[in-house]
């Protein structure tokens, strides 16, 4: 145990001890991670998380047992913690560490910041606090069985947002149960209720708000708000699976339509906090659906059957017949293989999947999707695995250490990766990458350019889908370079209302604005200034409504490139991508997103250092860029240097 005397030199154990540091997330890796820290000797600590705990989390997050269900997860961690170093000085936030609460000020009273979160969002936010406060942030992910660690540094080392991210598709369990927000979230929930029904139980499948968990209310439970006599005296509770409710009203499409879209959606509703800066869910009553399907602009119905975009009546009507055909099914099954396998091929499971996500897309506001995208985008689920969590959260303080020791230059990029490299590896490290002179984060004088059409862009379309969702901002300021009009404001005026909320519906041609006009935007939550480079374009390619790149040289059209002849990597390329997730659910795609190898790479042997994955969040392993080429000296002198980094490799 490093808090043993000796173990450390003294001045570094001193500094150990002294130094506040910020824990964000409690999850997967959070719960290894306090674990880690105060049993190395940390004193001062905060920890800030949002969720509450959920049973599936009991398999991994150890600090969590069965009576911790629906309480806050850093609390319940900090008590945990507390008994493995009881003169630890440990405080815990339920909340988000993206609210006003947590500013500049709040960053700048710690001397380290280590992340372990979920979700691209607060990942962004708080790589852009770190950089504001001018402190050290360690970043780590976890997808399945990929892990990785690394350090930010302002000024030194590349930030989170240095290289652009593919688009996030893997997702917590939180966001598919609660707070969907993209049609892919809809369809997961719809297949784990498929499974809840008719397949293998697995409790990570759960679908809906714990309905007979009294902790896990809001201020105002719903319509099946938990009943106080559910729990025993010993604080657990006794739950009913879903599959033996579900065979008790007899697979009743009508009860099963009434809890699922109406009695659960009032449940999510009394919990409060989930709404405050959300569109509200609207429940669903089976006596009366909607006739229409909720369509874009441009979309028409297709003749096509599978291309037909069902109303939730169309839906209902699918989901009756799937479910008692499905039912049958189920009937006819015996012995240890009574249970359904969902079969993307197999029409009534497939029907009930994408009726229920299209349910679920109608009330929660998203557009809904035909058979065929469903279909499409079912793809297969893994699970988190806690000891790749266990892994990286050890990374984590090792890197950590450095920092306190006074050897930034010695910290590195760590990789835990699922095949050996050629040196017998699966924990490898590469040095940490400079600043992107073309960041529009860290870069001395942050700017960007945005290509799109700016006679049908409206002020509230680039306030939510550049300013706040491609750029992240949280509380986005805009007006116009040397004219001084406000376009989009945060200050609210005495109705409590946005001062510029008459802009909303307006183009962006209506203000002048033509090509190459600037718009400076700023956060004053973030400490972010930005300059905006405006580019007018009629149509972009692939569909794209706009295009963001801190490279002004990407907004040209594509050129084919030749084709390149495969060249084997090595273990001292750097990679642009990050992982994402720390735990919960991830989708992987079938065969995509990864480029072709060698023979021998692809069976395992001397395979390549996978680059960052980003995952949540299908995972999208991405080949390295390609090493330059070295003399067999060379190489031979590279892979020895990697060696002599201070990280311990596992065999």
Wanted: net charge negative; aromatic share 6%; hydrophobic share 35%.
């Amino acid at each position: 145990m490093a808090q043993v005397e000796g173990v450390f030199e003294s001045s570094l154990q001193k500094s150990i001890s002294d130094s506040k540091i910020l824990v964000v997330g409690a999850g997967g890796i959070g719960c290894e991670l306090l674990k880690n820290i105060v049993l190395t000797g940390f004193r001062n600590i905060e920890v800030i998380d949002l969720d509450t705990i959920d049973v599936s989390n009991l398999n991994r997050q150890f600090l969590f047992q069965k009576q911790h269900v629906g309480k806050s997860k850093s609390t319940c961690a900090r008590e945990a913690a507390l008994r493995f170093a009881p003169g630890a000085e440990i405080k815990a936030h339920h909340d988000s560490i993206m609210k006003d609460d947590y500013g500049l000020n709040f960053f700048k009273g710690f001397a380290l910041c280590l992340n372990a979160l979920d979700n691209r969002a607060a990942r962004n936010h708080v790589n852009r606090m770190c950089l504001a406060a001018n402190i050290p942030l360690v970043e780590s992910g976890t997808a399945g069985y990929l892990g990785q660690v690394t350090v930010i540094r302002k000024g030194k080392t590349e930030c989170y947002e240095c290289q652009p991210k593919p688009h996030q598709k893997t997702f917590p369990g939180c966001t598919i149960r609660n707070t969907p927000s993209e049609a892919i979230h809809c369809i997961v929930w719809a297949k784990h209720l498929f499974n809840q029904l008719f397949g293998e139980y697995d409790p990570d499948d759960d679908v809906s708000p714990d309905t007979e968990d009294p902790e896990a209310a809001g201020d105002a439970a719903g319509e099946n708000a938990a009943d106080e006599s559910a729990a025993k005296a010993d604080g657990n509770v006794e739950r009913k699976s879903t599959r033996i409710w579900a065979q008790e009203c007899g697979y009743s499409t009508q009860k099963l339509f009434q809890k699922f879209f109406n009695d659960d959606i009032k449940y999510l509703l009394s919990m409060e906090k989930l709404w405050s800066k959300r569109r509200k869910p609207t429940p669903l009553d089976w006596d009366c659906l909607p006739s229409t399907p909720s369509m874009t602009a441009e979309g028409e119905q297709s003749n096509l059957v599978d291309q037909k975009v069902w109303s939730v009546a169309e839906c209902a009507n699918q989901l009756d017949t799937a479910i008692n055909i499905l039912k049958g099914k189920l009937a006819k099954l015996e012995g240890d293989k009574a249970f359904l396998v969902w079969d993307k091929d197999d029409i009534e499971s497939l029907n009930f999947v994408t009726a229920c996500a299209n349910i679920r897309m109608h009330i929660f506001n998203i557009k809904q999707e035909s058979r065929f995208e469903v279909k499409s985008k079912a793809g297969n689920i893994i699970p988190a695995i806690a000891t790749t969590n266990a892994v990286i959260a050890g990374c984590i303080v090792m890197e950590a250490i450095k920092i306190l020791n006074g050897q930034e230059d010695k910290c590195k990029t760590v990789y835990l990766r699922t095949q050996p490299n050629p040196r017998k590896k699966i924990l490898v490290t590469e040095a940490l990458e400079p600043p992107n002179p073309k960041c529009y984060v860290c870069a001395e004088k942050p700017e960007v350019n945005v290509k799109l059409n700016m006679a049908t862009f409206t002020i509230k379309m680039f306030q939510e889908r550049i300013l706040k969702g491609a750029l992240n901002m949280i509380s986005p300021d805009a007006e116009i370079e040397g004219k001084g009009v406000i376009l989009i404001s945060s200050e609210l005026d005495d109705d409590g209302l946005p001062e510029t909320e008459c802009n909303n519906d307006k183009f962006l041609k209506d203000f002048g604005l033509v090509d190459g006009n600037v718009l400076v935007c700023d956060d004053f939550l973030q400490n972010y200034n930005l300059k905006v480079y405006l580019w007018h374009a009629d149509k972009l390619e692939d569909g794209q409504e706009f295009l963001v790149t801190g490279d002004k040289d990407q907004l040209q059209p594509k050129e084919e490139e030749p084709v390149k002849e495969t060249k084997e990597d090595t273990n001292g390329t750097s990679s642009a991508m990050a992982i994402d997730v720390d735990d919960d659910i991830v989708e992987v795609s079938n065969g995509s997103g990864d480029k072709k190898r060698p023979l021998e790479e692809s069976n395992g042997n001397g395979e390549a250092k996978k680059a960052r994955v980003e995952g949540g969040d299908d995972v999208e392993i991405m080949d390295e860029k390609s090493a330059e080429a070295k003399s067999a000296e060379d190489l031979k002198k590279s892979l020895k240097d990697k060696s002599e980094d201070g990280v311990v490799c596992i065999e």
